[in-house]
């Protein structure tokens, strides 16, 4: 017969040896940024866990259309003036973007407008970009326009990733993909952040001022074809028209890089990243795992054409997109709309601010050009947070009186062939907690240092130039000769920005998740196109960007009222 001790007998030995592994366990040092669970951490890899380009396979699932599956939207608005249903009375006081105290960078104007085209000039430039790269297999003879470009983590290869449209033979559109690096001119005083000296190569290439080259042959992006909606009457002819146009890409507010075709978030670029070697983790985040239709809510808002939508992350981890800018006091705009999204690409209904008052305005008599009285607003860009102070001060604190979102608009203005003019590029400002009102918008279009403007004669684009306004003077005075009177010429017929990312490296480990949030002394990198057949970036600082703007009116008051 087997004998078992009562257990009760066996409970101070336990207690004892329980007690000597807590005392040896509690003598160990361990550092605070490892979990506790982890004693003996694998040394994390010399770069992050990345995929190359040439090994990404097209992505075939079966796109997410939620074409016919909008969300039934709220009776009430998102945002909602009154706290409960039974409350009658309310009284909301609004403070004026002007008067409020961390917003006042946006205000100051050191710049003076040219007398004649209205702009300001910045002193960053445009320089070109190639899609040659060193040692290239074959000679490279397509046309590359509309650069979308976004700066990589520091652990990565190369600086930038760039994707950019190809000039085709027919009638479908294609768009190319790699990984590039800026190279620069003159000393090491003028180089910036991981920059190589331009070699003789890349000059003839760039051009005298050096550029942006593609680090290895761009790839083509195939994204799955999606089914037309809508394309009835003089838009029939759309539906022949495969391929996607105006990709966007920009990094998501959780640090995934994303791509917006359209309407659709196309989820492979996010197989580039999966890891930071401060960070390590079991691979990519992705919050679209596939080819997903965005929507637009109630779907009746919904135009025959929608594009260029406008995606803002807030710093609590949740997306909007924003869809529209347009004055709603013209009879046939929508006004300003944005939507939060909620899952699969659905979203809400408007969520913008019913009493706020509109910032833009449609060109009217009062312009000082008599040819801008048909401009039109309309979105360009992807977006980016930004503290209104600069990352050097040792006293500058994110808060969220004083962090705000940003993205570039442009003002399109026709000729008399109702063909593009010229776009002018203005920057849009609205507050990064909800309701997310609209703050501010420049007051002048901005150029780079070496663009001109469609409309005006050469002389009067460089009026602002001190030195060209005096060779013209004094041309006019002595010779008789035309434009440009002995000074600049035009540089382009036009130009549009189409998207902004913070530069490469700002602060040497730069990881994904900073990718979206900036301060004023921190360098933007845009992708501009030329003339519908080429493609240039400029690199400007944050804070030269959304100076001068126009303060907007803020939202009507609302009083102690009976409803």
Wanted: one cysteine or more; charged letters at 20%; a negative charge.
């Amino acid at each position: 017969m087997i004998y078992f001790p009562p257990l009760r007998r066996l409970l101070l030995p336990a207690f004892v040896l329980l007690a000597i592994i807590v005392l040896y366990r509690s003598s160990l040092s361990v550092s605070s940024s490892l979990p506790s669970f982890v004693l003996h951490p694998p040394p994390p890899p010399s770069e992050g866990i990345r995929i190359a380009l040439n090994e990404i396979q097209p992505q075939l699932s079966t796109a997410i259309n939620a074409t016919e599956n909008h969300l039934i939207p709220s009776s009430r608005f998102y945002y909602d003036l009154y706290e409960s249903s039974n409350q009658i009375n309310l009284t909301r006081t609004i403070q004026k973007p002007i008067d409020q105290p961390a917003l006042q960078p946006l205000w100051q104007c050191p710049v003076q407008a040219n007398r004649y085209t209205n702009h300001i000039r910045i002193s960053a430039i445009v320089r070109n970009i190639t899609q040659m790269p060193p040692e290239p297999l074959k000679p490279e003879n397509r046309v590359f326009w509309n650069p979308t470009i976004i700066s990589l983590p520091y652990w990565a290869e190369n600086q930038y990733l760039v994707v950019s449209r190809i000039v085709t033979a027919g009638h479908h559109q294609e768009n190319v993909m790699c990984e590039a690096n800026i190279c620069y001119i003159g000393g090491d005083e003028n180089a910036k952040a991981g920059e190589k000296p331009c070699t003789e190569d890349d000059l003839k290439l760039l051009g005298a001022a050096g550029g942006m080259r593609c680090a290895s042959t761009p790839i083509a992006l195939n994204v799955p074809p999606t089914p037309a909606e809508q394309c009835y009457g003089k838009y029939a002819n759309y539906v022949d028209v495969p391929g996607f146009h105006d990709p966007r890409v920009f990094w998501s507010g959780k640090g995934e890089p994303m791509m917006m075709v359209n309407t659709h978030l196309y989820p492979p670029l996010q197989d580039l990243l999966a890891s930071s070697p401060t960070n390590p983790s079991l691979g990519p985040l992705k919050s679209y795992s596939t080819l997903t239709e965005l929507t637009r809510n109630p779907p009746e808002t919904r135009a025959s054409i929608e594009k260029n939508w406008l995606p803002f992350f807030s710093s609590t981890g949740e997306s909007y997109i924003h869809y529209d800018i347009t004055d709603p006091r013209n009879a046939s705009a929508r006004g300003r709309t944005f939507a939060k999204l909620v899952g699969n690409g659905f979203t809400t209904a408007n969520l913008t601010d019913p009493l706020e008052m509109p910032c833009l305005f449609d060109t009217d008599a009062t312009e000082i050009d008599e040819a801008k009285k048909r401009g039109t607003w309309h979105q360009a860009t992807n977006s980016l947070g930004l503290v209104l102070c600069e990352r050097k001060d040792r006293d500058c604190k994110a808060a969220p009186e004083n962090t705000v979102f940003f993205a570039i608009i442009h003002r399109k203005f026709p000729n008399v062939l109702d063909l593009p003019l010229r776009y002018e590029r203005h920057l849009m400002v609205w507050s990064s907690t909800p309701p997310f009102s609209m703050l501010g918008i420049s007051q002048h279009p901005i150029l780079m240092a070496n663009e001109t403007a469609s409309g005006w004669t050469e002389s009067q684009n460089w009026d602002d130039d001190p030195g060209n306004a005096a060779t013209v003077a004094h041309t006019k005075m002595h010779w008789n000769t035309t434009e440009p009177y002995g000074g600049k010429e035009y540089w382009a017929y036009f130009t549009y920005t189409v998207s902004i990312a913070y530069a490469w490296a700002r602060t040497g480990m730069d990881e994904v998740g900073d990718k979206n949030i900036g301060y004023l002394d921190d360098e933007v990198v845009l992708g501009i196109g030329i003339d519908d057949r080429g493609q240039g970036f400029a690199r400007a600082k944050a804070g030269d960007l959304v100076q001068c703007l126009r303060a907007c009116p803020g939202s009507a008051e609302v009083g102690s009222d009976d409803r």
